[in-house]
């Protein structure tokens, strides 16, 4: 007995099968795990618009007979033939399937059926129409279907010989749907031919399903032209209630390139969920698109994309201010730039800490109430550092730019902290003394570790502004100058002796700076009974101007 079978099985047991008689017209249902009797014939009913065709060619071999003066003998020939399936549109939206096959002429042994695989896991109910024709020879006819979308068994009593075609059988869906996809995780394209010592399986035919909606899909994270870090977790979503088959993630350079796959998986993500791990080692930094791919059991796909940025280490960390040998005092004021590739998305923070050397430890924060600053900075202040409580020395900076991912990139920067003034003192002459003229010498000290340079003025006499009389850049001790004061009219004169370092002080504003002055009398005094009556002090004036020089 040859069979037709439509299910996972390759067959069902002859036992279970009821023998039918007959054939009639019309349509009707097999119930789950129930049996059909008489198998109906007929033709394609009316309205019905083809959607799909296909013809595949098969061989195999099967057992078939050679005549010999004994009687025949049974041997193993070929069987060449041919199987069209065709999907049609019923009037009521639904399909119906129908399957003719063929045995050539040029075939030698008989087909005993053929079979469709895993139409149990698309529909959920299954009827059929069967009609054979021509019927030359069939006179036994049989149907079973074992439960709701489980396997649909034909069988008749002989086979289909060489030279046979139009061997046809309609299978009708309650599938509004139908696919012809194949990822090679289900069978449900293929037709299985099979004689009595072979089979041939044929792909790519259509299948019901109840599905005719795509997956759902979603890439939550990485975030679209966000950063993403190694290994980077993708976050998403990608199922489908009605059957999923699997899904697949790819990245691609965005400036072109083959995709290359991260991962192929079974198994749905029904909620946003971790789909995959992307290990980043082998992918250079830059703009990729990262590209997820579902597959439902009818053969549907959803496909979502988003760009990413692959994050390998923190980009830009430009200290313009200060520079290493700069000597500082008071406020030091930071300036440059701190920023990732990305911007925002892939900064996570940067610092700026100070050490004392040699040891170059600890570092401590230039501001301890903000230790950190979240945002960053291209071409500006990037932050001050108050290093007036600090012992004078040389100290490190550093400024460190770390990313979302950890990468770090560091700047540092040997610097000079001093914030002590010079000493400058004017010891001749003395404050408030009376010097006839001439050349005065005047002695006094500056000194500094930072030197920048000192000048010695003088103002009076009716001018109201300063004339330098001596100045310098290095540090002295004695003799500042021998000053001429030919010329100068007796008066009152004060000295002024100006010394400053080279620290920058306040962001540069100023620097460490020392000023003394020394008031003086120059020339001889004409009347020393100035407040109008002798005393011992006008004594004093006069041999004061006397030793000074005066007459």
């Given at each position: 007995?040859?069979?037709?079978?439509?299910?996972?099985?390759l067959?069902?047991?002859?036992?279970?099968?009821?023998?039918l008689?007959?054939?009639?017209?019309?349509?009707?249902?097999?119930?789950a795990?129930?049996?059909?009797?008489p198998v109906?014939?007929?033709?394609?009913?009316?309205?019905?618009?083809?959607?799909?065709?296909?013809?595949?060619?098969?061989n195999?071999?099967?057992?078939?007979f050679i005549?010999?003066?004994?009687?025949?003998i049974?041997?193993?020939l070929?069987?060449?033939g041919?199987?069209?399936q065709?999907v049609?549109?019923?009037?009521?939206n639904t399909l119906?399937?129908?399957?003719s096959i063929?045995?050539?002429?040029s075939s030698?042994a008989?087909?005993?059926?053929?079979?469709?695989?895993?139409?149990?896991?698309?529909?959920?109910?299954?009827?059929?129409?069967?009609?054979?024709?021509?019927?030359?020879v069939?006179s036994?006819?049989?149907?079973?279907r074992?439960?709701?979308?489980?396997?649909?068994t034909?069988?008749?009593?002989t086979?289909?010989?060489a030279?046979?075609?139009?061997?046809?059988?309609y299978?009708?869906?309650?599938?509004?749907?139908?696919?012809?996809s194949s990822r090679?995780?289900?069978?449900?394209s293929r037709?299985?031919?099979?004689?009595?010592n072979?089979?041939?399986?044929?792909?790519?035919?259509?299948?019901?399903?109840e599905d005719?909606?795509?997956p759902i899909?979603s890439?939550?994270?990485?975030?679209?032209?966000?950063?993403?870090?190694?290994p980077?977790?993708?976050?998403?979503t990608?199922?489908?209630p009605?059957?999923?088959?699997?899904?697949e993630?790819e990245?691609?350079?965005?400036?072109?390139?083959?995709?290359t796959s991260?991962?192929?998986?079974?198994a749905?993500?029904?909620?946003?969920?971790?789909?995959?791990?992307?290990?980043?080692?082998?992918?250079s930094?830059?703009?990729?698109?990262?590209?997820l791919?579902a597959?439902?059991?009818s053969?549907?796909?959803s496909v979502?994309?988003?760009?990413?940025?692959?994050?390998?280490?923190?980009?830009?960390?430009?200290?313009?201010?200060p520079?290493?040998?700069?000597?500082?005092g008071g406020?030091?004021?930071?300036?440059?730039?701190v920023?990732?590739?990305?911007?925002?998305s892939?900064?996570?923070n940067?610092?700026?800490?100070?050490?004392?050397?040699?040891?170059?430890?600890?570092?401590?924060?230039?501001?301890?109430?903000?230790?950190?600053?979240?945002?960053?900075?291209?071409?500006?202040?990037?932050?001050a550092?108050?290093?007036?409580?600090?012992?004078?020395?040389?100290?490190?900076v550093?400024?460190?730019?770390?990313?979302?991912?950890?990468?770090v990139?560091?700047?540092t920067?040997?610097?000079?902290i001093d914030?002590?003034?010079?000493?400058?003192?004017?010891?001749?002459p003395?404050s408030?003394g009376r010097?006839?003229?001439?050349?005065?010498?005047?002695?006094g000290?500056?000194?500094?570790?930072?030197?920048?340079?000192?000048?010695?003025?003088?103002?009076?006499?009716?001018?109201?502004?300063?004339?330098?009389?001596?100045?310098?850049?290095?540090?002295?001790s004695g003799?500042?100058?021998?000053?001429?004061?030919?010329?100068?009219?007796?008066?009152?004169?004060?000295?002024?002796?100006?010394?400053s370092?080279?620290?920058?002080?306040?962001?540069?504003?100023?620097t460490n700076?020392?000023?003394?002055?020394?008031?003086?009398?120059?020339?001889?005094?004409?009347?020393?009974?100035?407040?109008?009556s002798?005393?011992v002090?006008?004594?004093?004036?006069?041999l004061?101007a006397?030793?000074?020089?005066?007459p």
């Open positions: 007995m040859c069979s037709f079978t439509f299910g996972r099985g067959g069902m047991a002859s036992a279970a099968l009821v023998l008689a007959g054939a009639g017209a019309g349509a009707a249902p097999i119930v795990g129930g049996t059909l009797s109906p014939g007929g033709s394609l009913p009316s309205g019905a618009v083809q959607e799909w065709s296909k013809t595949s060619a098969f195999f071999f099967g057992t078939g005549n010999t003066p004994n009687g025949p049974p041997t193993i070929p069987v060449n041919s199987i069209t065709r049609y549109r019923l009037t009521d119906l399937f129908s399957y063929g045995n050539d002429s030698a008989d087909i005993d059926g053929y079979d469709a695989g895993d139409w149990d896991s698309y529909t959920t109910d299954v009827t059929q129409i069967s009609a054979i024709l021509p019927i030359t069939q036994v006819s049989s149907a079973e074992s439960s709701s979308g489980g396997p649909i034909f069988e008749w009593s086979g289909i010989n030279g046979n075609s139009g061997r046809t059988v299978v009708r869906s309650n599938a509004t749907a139908f696919s012809t090679g995780l289900v069978a449900d037709i299985t031919v099979r004689g009595s072979g089979s041939a399986s044929l792909y790519g035919f259509a299948y019901p399903v005719s909606t795509p899909v890439i939550t994270t990485p975030s679209a032209l966000g950063a993403t870090c190694n980077a977790t993708i976050t998403g990608a199922f489908d009605n059957g999923f088959d699997g899904y993630l990245y691609q350079p965005t400036s072109g390139g083959a995709w991260i991962g192929s998986f079974n749905a993500v029904s909620s946003t969920g971790n789909l995959a791990t992307w290990n980043t080692t082998g992918v930094q830059g703009w990729y698109f990262l590209r791919t597959f439902n059991t053969g549907l796909s979502v994309t988003t760009v990413v940025f692959v994050d390998k280490q923190f980009d830009t960390v430009d200290v313009r201010a520079q290493t040998g700069n000597i500082l406020t030091v004021c930071f300036d440059g730039t920023s990732d590739g990305v911007g925002s892939s900064f996570a940067y610092t700026i800490a100070y050490a004392p050397l040699p040891a170059a430890s600890p570092f401590l924060a230039v501001d301890s109430s903000a230790p950190t600053y979240t945002t960053p900075i291209v071409n500006d202040g990037l932050g550092w108050n290093t007036g409580l600090l012992t004078d020395g040389q100290y490190r550093r400024v460190r730019g770390t990313d979302v991912c950890g990468n990139r560091t700047v920067r040997d610097v000079t914030n002590t003034r010079p000493i400058a003192t004017i010891t001749s003395g408030c010097i006839a003229g001439g050349i005065i010498a005047i002695t000290t500056v000194n500094d570790a930072n030197i920048s340079g000192w000048a010695l003025q003088y103002t009076g006499g009716g001018s109201d502004t300063w004339t330098t009389i001596a100045s310098g850049t290095t540090n002295i003799t500042l100058a021998n000053w001429n004061t030919a010329g100068l009219r007796p008066c009152s004169y004060t000295l002024r002796l100006i010394a370092d080279r620290s920058a002080v306040n962001c540069g504003a100023t700076q020392t000023e003394v002055t020394a008031s003086i009398a120059l020339g001889c005094a004409a009347d020393f009974d100035q407040d109008g002798a005393d002090s006008d004594i004093f004036e006069y004061n006397w030793f000074a020089g005066c």
